[in-house]
């Protein structure tokens, strides 16, 4: 029998009154800007929403029946597990069942699709991210190890190999998509697909209109720079 995954709240069951967007500690830090237009977004066009940025490795410290859109499949992992009362649903799934969602178009593009590790046993995302890029005009050319068989990108390697060895395994994951364009949607990703010579395009950036920047890609400084945030946060 097939694994059914782990499924996500229905967006008809989340309380409005207990409705959060955690954008991660690592989108926050990417661009915080975009994080302010997706929760606009989501006030306009969904549930009044609160902005949640509590790091997930810490107690969210919110009341049970809250729910926590999230961008970070990390995130959505940790919250929903380690967290009695608190319930989970990705950004993209929202998004994607928002009615007549003014979304930018990209005719003639086409990508493969890496998909976050961590969102492996939820279908639900990766569906919902192939029907919102489908919405944006774009073509898929799918990588065998993709959705339920995706890999690591790498980075969740460090620090318990060498950095040069999280180097090769971001190259193999890289040479693993058969386009020059990939579409990511966790931040880590877009340095790992980078580094293997690809061209990454983030989920937020596609659905916002905007380019897609690495930043930082030494691998130490930017966990570095993530630690110091998820400290202080």
């Given at each position: 029998m097939d694994d059914p995954g782990l499924p996500s709240i229905q967006l008809e069951d989340i309380d409005p009154d207990k409705c959060y967007f955690n954008p991660g500690?690592?989108?926050?830090?990417?661009?915080?800007?975009?994080?302010?237009?997706?929760?606009?977004?989501?006030?306009?066009?969904?549930?009044?929403?609160?902005?949640?940025?509590?790091?997930?490795?810490?107690?969210?410290?919110?009341?049970?029946?809250?729910?926590?859109?999230?961008?970070?499949?990390?995130?959505?992992r940790r919250f929903r597990s380690l967290y009695e009362g608190i319930q989970t649903v990705s950004i993209w799934e929202v998004l994607d069942n928002i009615p007549a969602l003014p979304l930018p178009t990209y005719d003639g593009l086409q990508l493969s699709v890496h998909d976050s590790c961590s969102f492996r046993k939820k279908p639900q995302v990766h569906a919902a991210v192939r029907s919102l890029l489908d919405k944006m005009h774009i073509e898929v050319i799918e990588?065998?190890?993709?959705?339920?068989?995706?890999?690591?990108?790498?980075?969740?390697?460090?620090?318990?190999v060498s950095i040069e060895k999280v180097t090769a395994f971001q190259k193999k994951r890289a040479a693993?998509?058969?386009?020059?364009?990939?579409?990511?949607?966790?931040?880590?990703?877009?340095?790992?697909?980078?580094?293997?010579?690809?061209?990454?395009?983030?989920?937020?950036?596609?659905?916002?209109?905007?380019?897609?920047?690495?930043?930082?890609?030494?691998?130490?400084?930017?966990?570095?720079?993530?630690?110091?945030?998820?400290?202080?946060?």
């Amino acid at each position: 029998m097939d694994d059914p995954g782990l499924p996500s709240i229905q967006l008809e069951d989340i309380d409005p009154d207990k409705c959060y967007f955690n954008p991660g500690c690592a989108m926050s830090l990417y661009k915080p800007e975009a994080v302010e237009e997706i929760l606009h977004l989501l006030n306009r066009r969904f549930l009044p929403t609160k902005l949640h940025t509590t790091c997930c490795r810490h107690d969210p410290d919110l009341p049970a029946g809250s729910t926590i859109i999230n961008n970070c499949a990390g995130c959505d992992r940790r919250f929903r597990s380690l967290y009695e009362g608190i319930q989970t649903v990705s950004i993209w799934e929202v998004l994607d069942n928002i009615p007549a969602l003014p979304l930018p178009t990209y005719d003639g593009l086409q990508l493969s699709v890496h998909d976050s590790c961590s969102f492996r046993k939820k279908p639900q995302v990766h569906a919902a991210v192939r029907s919102l890029l489908d919405k944006m005009h774009i073509e898929v050319i799918e990588s065998p190890l993709s959705g339920t068989k995706s890999v690591c990108c790498g980075d969740n390697f460090y620090p318990h190999v060498s950095i040069e060895k999280v180097t090769a395994f971001q190259k193999k994951r890289a040479a693993q998509m058969p386009c020059q364009d990939v579409a990511v949607y966790c931040v880590s990703c877009i340095k790992s697909m980078a580094i293997g010579g690809k061209t990454p395009h983030h989920m937020m950036d596609l659905v916002l209109g905007e380019e897609t920047d690495p930043q930082e890609t030494r691998i130490d400084v930017y966990h570095e720079l993530l630690d110091q945030y998820i400290e202080e946060h």
